[in-house]
């Protein structure tokens, strides 16, 4: 009775279909399933792309902010400003009679202070995304499956 | 039933299968249709890179202790994006309070139609500082909150305005050393280029030319935006204080004398650092382009490098330094120096046109006598050696300074077209020959520095990357033996001591220097009226650290004729300043420090 029983259940119709059915929407759901993830990343990407193209714009802003407030410096403390202002707070040219002069052995005397502009890259077309990142899922696939491996190893 | 069933699921995976090989087939046909190819080439130009010109920021310029000469700041591009343009008027009317906006040209360009591809955007004007920017960001908000997104054309609305930062060259001291930097045209952002001084002769090193980047859209083709490197920086040798000493003492001397110009210039003998170089006219390097109009005609941007004139007696210190180092003048030779000197028929007379009986070396120096000059270089030094030494200082040659706009006279020498004899008494005193100030105090710097002529040069150091640079001073080429250097600059300093220079003198310090006053040249003669007084004098004699070359211009007749009268006062009135500004204490204090136990290392303060 229950051989029968679980002979009718695996031949009813509807389980037949339900298999059937399995197994055609497995695939479906395995493709978007790796489609999913696929978005996931290349939105992930794309968030970090954005992200780098701000920073870099940033960056080009700073350079030209940082230029642009050591020139406003040099305005403020030019020759004919620190004159004006020394004039103003009562200093006047010292003469050679007012001058007490001395030796002083350890002192190296005025040096050049000067902050030089910061040095630029020559990293014209740099890819700044790691390439992985850059690679569609068919790309992805056909290195997976077709590139042959590198035959140089790095020491 | 169970047959039926399967044969309609085959039915239907058929038609899907169909449906999808369908589907497939016509994604492919389009894709490979011609239609198809130019359109996906055309988004790919349009949508994937943008184009944008990266113009590398220009290296900076300091003075020696690091004041900025030269830099840059930050200034303000404004245009229109066409397709949000809402009410075209609004924005021109807004931006005509500024003056270098065209109301015409800009309702022009905010009414162009937006077409893609095409117009997209327009520019307005350019050059516009932070200050009126944040001005025009007040209006358009104030504007956007009475009439959102410009929907009511009835209401003003700036949007579609918008405006790009980027950096412009700037020169903070103005006129200060303006004639040394040069300027950078800047209003040409497309092909701006150094013109005069370092900027033209260091440009290439300064700035590199703007790079056409393409920036992808794609952001997962992000690319590092080129910040190519930036130009490098100089480190002038010229001092700021200083420099500022200088014109402003040439300005006092030009009004004074009412002089047509000057030019006045500061060098370390020992080295070939300008100190300070300063000549008019000078214009303010912020509003570079009224240069054609400040100078006129043939007016050199720098006198001191590019305007040669007949130097006069101050001339006459290389002709001696000549005959002595030759070994055919003696200190003690007598010269008989009578009213005038006939060099087979052509006359010359001495300053006051009166005989000055026998005179030694210093007697001619100190009485600045042309008829001894002459003398010597036609009867003991003659043509040959007498032009050698002046090669040999460089006269007819290029120093090679490292300024934009050099100029010389060929220096005439027997066997030219252009030389007769005349010209070796002539030229012995410095008249039918042509100098420019740069090339005469270079030369003089060979005496002040024991024969050795050091190449004179302006910049001391570049920064590249990060790294300094600085600069080896060269020797041009040594004239005459330190021994000759050492005599001269004892006959010039006690030629000044007791002669027609001692306005120069100043007090503490022994100076070694010559005048000199020129008849000016003109096409109908020499023009008595006019002269070219000049002065030029080095110091402390014992350990000369710097050379000081006056040039005062066709003064005024009527209140300045001679060298000794124009030139060495201001020669004076510099050197005094100029001691205190280098740290000179006066040579007793001096000798009595190093007497004490300093060596001449040792820092003095």
Known sequence: ?155 | MKYKFNARLNLIKAFCSFLCILIIFQMFRIQNTNEFIKVSERADKLYTYEKKIVYPERGNIYDRWGHLLAGNEEVYEVGVLLQYVKNANTIVDTLSAIPSVDHEKALETASLKYEEGKSIYGIITDFLPSGVIEALSTIKDEYETLNPEGENPDLPSLRGMVWYPHLQRSYPENTLAANIIGFYKFRDRKNGEGFYGVEEYYNDILSGPPVTVEIPLDPYMIEETPTLPSGASLVLTIDREIQAMVEEKLDEAVEHYKAESGTIIIMDPSNGEILAMASQPRINLNQYWVYEDELEDTTPFNRAISETYEPGSVFKILTMAAALDSGKVKTDDKFSVGQYYDMNGSIIYNWNRKSWGDQDVLGCLQNSLNVCLAKIAVEKLEADDFYSYMQAFGIGRRTNIDLGGEEIWPLSMPGDDDWYPINLATNSFGQGVAVTPIQMATAASALANGGKMMKPHVVKAIIDSGEIYETTPQVLSVPVSEETATTMTELLAKSLEGGEGSLALVDGYRIAGKTGTAEVPTESGYDEDLSNASFVGWGPVDDPQFLVYVWIEKPDPEIGYWGSYVAAPVFHDIVEELVVMLNIPPDLVRQSLYAAGSSENDQIN
């Open chain 1, 1 to 155: 009775m229950a051989k029968k029983l679980i002979q009718a259940y695996k031949q009813t119709p509807r389980r037949k279909q339900i298999q059937k059915l399995g197994l055609y929407v497995l695939p479906v759901i395995t493709i978007g399933t790796v489609f999913t993830l696929y978005l996931i990343f290349s939105a992930q990407a794309a968030a970090a792309g954005l992200e780098i193209r701000a920073y870099l714009d940033t960056q080009e802003e700073l350079q030209r902010t940082i230029a642009n407030e050591n020139t406003q410096l040099a305005w403020l403390l030019s020759n004919t400003n620190m004159t004006n202002r020394a004039e103003k707070l009562g200093f006047s040219q010292i003469t050679t009679d007012n001058i007490f002069y001395m030796v002083l052995p350890s002192y190296p005397g005025r040096t050049l202070e000067l902050t030089s502009p910061a040095p630029g890259t020559d990293s014209e077309g740099d890819v700044v995304l790691n390439s992985a990142y850059q690679e569609s899922l068919a790309d992805f696939l056909g290195n997976l499956l077709f590139s042959t491996p590198n035959e140089e190893v790095e020491p």
